[in-house]
């Protein structure tokens, strides 16, 4: 049986399945394994709590479990959790949204994938425009969601220096091409994968230039701004009529719920619900009604603050300390943690690939992603910079976090020194 073009986009392997089947792995293997490779998130004690406790009170109100799991929603999504967000919104930031402004979908994936083939391919002129990626590296899973390809165009970085062993991405302006064949901007902030937060100053000039060229500045802030706020530096969050602000329900604690958020124009919105309903008929409701009083309260905002920050900013600082002391003799650079659950590390003349190392680890139950993976539309691959970095979650439990690094850094030190000899 032979596949279409459209089915064979789907037999190859790829990054984001190499690690969604590496969950698979090492969760199902009988050997010691060290899953530091995906986005899982940490499961916080007093946000399970609640949860916990949430489900607990809808069990109890018959009527209220029973229309969650016995109707469908709208395509747009649960309809009083769409009410109490544009609430929320409102009275915290001042935007004039309403409800019309907000659609659900059935996870960030899903999000990207209907904005993606919206405003990237072929256009009844036809152009054939593309979808900017103005900060490589950039998200794993934007690179196979596209239905018409090549859908990227991604810009080489500026890269700072640091004399404490950090170093950070930063946006070269100058080399910002003409955007007359581009059809949508998009960034992840943080930065899946190397937790680098852009500047306001940096969103502002990429929403001017967005503006200016009449398409949408999307923003993917699945680990941002207002929630779950895992941001740990001052950053503002921005929405304008231009803008596509992307949340998520996952980083809350609850990827099992894939619950997908879409801010954006009415157009946009009616354009996603009209997906929704072709593709899915209705979103689920389970996470919505289970966040409903979380977002109406505004205590969604406070939890992010106050529990989940934190925690991720202890753990963070953890696993930097663990970097620095099992590979401190290694030739290692870890760029600026400002945000999300990862490192990304760079190792300097690393004389195999990334791609190469996440074999080997692999191997030894190491689960790491290789850097290659997160450099979407690239046109040059003469870069070695690409094949010279990994990304590792601190999400899981710190025992496996710590031995996963103790281990890489075991391998790293028997790969440059056979390769000195």
């Known amino acids: ?123 009844e002129d036809g152009s054939f425009k593309k979808i900017l990626l103005p900060l490589a590296p950039e998200y794993i899973g934007y690179t196979d969601i596209a239905d018409q390809r090549p859908l990227f165009k991604s810009l080489r970085p500026e890269i700072d220096l640091f004399d404490d062993g950090f170093f950070k991405y930063r946006i070269d302006f100058n080399a910002m091409p ?21 500047t306001d100053n940096e969103i502002q000039k990429l929403s001017s230039l967005a503006k200016a060229a009449d398409i949408p500045l999307i923003i993917d802030g699945a680990y941002g701004i207002p929630f779950p706020g895992i941001i740990f530096t001052d950053a503002k969050v921005l ?37 929704n309903a072709i593709h899915h008929l209705a979103i689920g409701s389970t996470g919505p009604v289970l966040v409903n009083e979380l977002i109406k309260s505004g205590e969604i905002l406070k939890l ?43 190792f300097q003349d690393l004389p195999i690939t990334s791609l190469e190392l996440y074999r080997r680890l692999k191997a030894k139950g190491v689960f790491i992603i290789a850097g290659e993976h997160f450099f979407p539309g690239l046109e040059s691959d003469q870069w070695p910079h690409k094949h010279e970095c990994i990304r590792l979650s601190y999400a899981g439990n710190p025992v496996t976090v710590e031995t996963g690094i103790k281990i890489i850094s075991e391998e790293l030190r028997q790969i440059y020194s056979q390769n000195a000899a």
């Open 239 to 275: 929405w304008d009529q231009h803008i596509i602000l992307c949340l998520s329900l996952s980083k809350l604690g609850l990827p099992g719920v894939r619950t997908g958020i879409v801010i954006a124009n009415e157009s946009v919105i009616e354009m996603i619900s009209h997906l």
């Open 304 to 346: 992010s603050e106050t529990t989940i920050k934190p925690y991720y900013k202890n753990r963070m600082q953890q696993a930097v300390s663990w970097v620095k002391d099992y590979l401190g003799d290694i030739p290692v650079l870890i760029h600026q943690p400002e945000g999300a659950l990862f490192l990304w590390l760079w």
């Open 1 to 123: 049986m032979k596949f279409s073009t459209f089915g064979q986009s789907f037999t190859r392997k790829t990054g984001i399945v190499d690690l969604m089947e590496d969950f698979g792995c090492a969760y199902q293997s009988d050997q010691p394994t060290y899953m530091l490779g995906g986005g899982n998130p940490a499961q916080i004690p007093s946000m399970q709590q609640h949860f916990r406790e949430q489900m607990i009170k809808l069990l109890a109100n018959g009527d209220e479990f029973e229309r969650m799991i016995g109707q469908y929603d709208i395509p747009q999504g649960e309809r009083a959790f769409l009410k109490n967000l544009a609430g929320l919104l409102q009275l915290e930031f001042g935007w004039d949204v309403s409800e019309k402004n907000i659609a659900l979908t059935n996870g960030s994936q899903s999000s990207f994938f209907a904005l993606f083939n919206a405003f990237g391919g072929h256009y």
């Open 178 to 198: 003409d955007l007359h064949d581009i059809g949508a901007i998009c960034l992840s902030r943080p930065t899946n994968p190397t937790g680098n937060v852009m």
